[in-house]
C-alpha cells in the first residue's frame, strides 16, 4: 500500500526541451558507432556509420514527437509518478518498434518474425526502462527534499509581520470584447485562473471564496492588474493576491499556494519561483 500511494505522489511532467532531445539522439548516435552493440558489428550494410548514427535519428523524432505532440494529452497538474514510469515504458516500447523497422528496412539479410521483434524489444527494455526508473525515483526524492525545505523557508516568510497599509483600489477586468467586466477591490481578489479561452475570478464574499467567469485571457488580467503589487503571476495559467496565501506547499513539482477560506490551491510553475520570492520579500 506504502508503493501505491508513493507511486501517485506528483511529479514533473516532461519538459518539452529541443535540446534534450537532440542530445540524447546525439549521444545514442555516438554510442551505436563505439560499441556497436547487439551484433551490429558483424552486420553488413551499406554506408555502415551512417546506418548506425540513424539509431540516433530515429530516436530522437520518436522523443521529439512524444514531448511534443503527446503529452500535451496530459494534465501537468495530474502528472505522477506512476504516469511518468507508464509513459516512459510506452515510449521506449515506441524506440523498439521503431529502431526494430529502421533495422528491417535497411538489412537485406533481416527477415520479418515476431521472434527478432521481441528480441528487439527486450534489448531497447534492458538498456532503457530500468535506468529510467531508477532516475525517476533518485530525481522525485531530490525534488522533494529541496521544495519542501524552500516552500517552508517561504510560509515562513509569507507569516512574518508587516507594517502595510490596505490595499482598496479598485480592480475592472474586461472580457475580450470589452462589453463584460468584472469590478471589485484588489483587496477582495484571492486568484484568477485561466481555463481555455476563459478566466476564473475567485474573490472573497464574507468569509467564503466565490467565482465568476469572464471570456478574456491570463495575459489581458495581468496587465489590468500590474499596478498592485500583492498581484503576482505565478504560473501561465494563475495569477494570485500574496495576501490571499496560507501556506506554501512543496512537492516534487514544485510550489503550491494554499488560498485561505478555501481548499483551492494555486499552482506555481518553476520559472516563477524567483519572482515570488522577492515579490513576498517586498510586500
Known amino acids: 500500500m506504502k508503493w501505491i500511494a508513493f507511486l501517485k505522489q506528483p511529479y514533473p511532467i516532461p519538459n518539452q526541451n529541443w535540446k534534450t532531445v537532440l542530445f540524447i539522439g546525439f549521444g545514442l548516435s555516438l554510442l551505436m558507432l563505439l560499441m556497436q552493440p547487439f551484433g551490429l558489428s ?49 515510449v521506449v516500447f515506441e524506440l523498439g518498434l521503431a529502431n526494430y523497422a529502421y533495422t528491417f528496412a535497411f538489412i537485406d539479410d533481416l527477415t520479418f518474425n515476431i521472434n527478432s521483434l521481441l528480441s528487439f524489444q527486450v534489448y531497447t527494455s534492458f538498456i532503457s526502462i530500468v535506468p529510467i526508473t531508477f532516475l525517476v525515483l533518485l530525481r522525485q526524492n531530490k525534488l522533494l527534499k529541496a521544495n519542501k525545505a524552500a516552500a517552508k523557508a517561504i510560509t515562513e516568510d509569507l507569516h512574518h509581520p508587516i507594517s502595510k497599509p490596505a490595499i482598496s483600489r479598485k480592480i475592472v477586468l474586461y472580457s475580450e470584447n470589452g462589453k463584460i467586466q468584472i469590478e471589485l477591490n484588489a483587496s477582495e481578489l484571492a486568484f484568477i485562473e485561466s481555463v481555455g479561452n476563459y478566466i476564473h475570478v475567485y474573490m472573497q464574499s464574507g468569509s467564503s471564496i466565490t467565482k465568476k467567469t469572464l471570456r478574456s485571457s491570463i495575459s489581458k488580467a495581468e496587465s489590468e492588474i500590474e499596478h498592485h503589487k500583492s498581484l503576482l503571476k505565478c504560473h501561465r495559467a494563475f495569477i494570485v493576491n500574496l495576501d490571499f496565501v496560507d501556506n506554501v506547499i512543496g512537492n516534487a513539482q514544485g510550489y503550491r499556494l494554499k488560498i485561505k477560506n478555501s481548499d483551492h490551491e494555486v499552482y506555481v510553475s518553476r520559472q516563477y519561483t524567483k519572482r515570488l520570492k522577492e515579490s513576498l520579500g517586498s510586500l
Open 42 to 90: 558483424s552486420v553488413r550494410v551499406h554506408h555502415k556509420y551512417f546506418f548506425l548514427a540513424g539509431y540516433g535519428l530515429v530516436t530522437a523524432l520518436v522523443l521529439g514527437i512524444n514531448l511534443f505532440f503527446i503529452i500535451r494529452l496530459f494534465s501537468e497538474y495530474r502528472w505522477t509518478i506512476k504516469k511518468h514510469i507508464l509513459w516512459s515504458a510506452v
